[in-house]
């Protein structure tokens, strides 16, 4: 599963984001800095 996929079903599952701290606590299992780096520059 890709990580835009991955962070997709969190959603759905539980819900809105808060903010980027509740996206990385929640999604910790499939984004690092790179995954990160390139999510924001994206």
Do not use: P
């Not at 991955?6 to 910790?28: A, M, P, Y």
């Amino acid at each position: 599963m890709e990580i835009g996929e991955s962070i997709q079903k969190e959603r759905q599952t539980n819900g809105k984001f808060l903010s980027l701290e509740d996206v990385l606590k929640r999604c910790q299992h499939v984004i690092n800095k790179k995954s990160l780096e390139g999510l924001i520059k994206s």
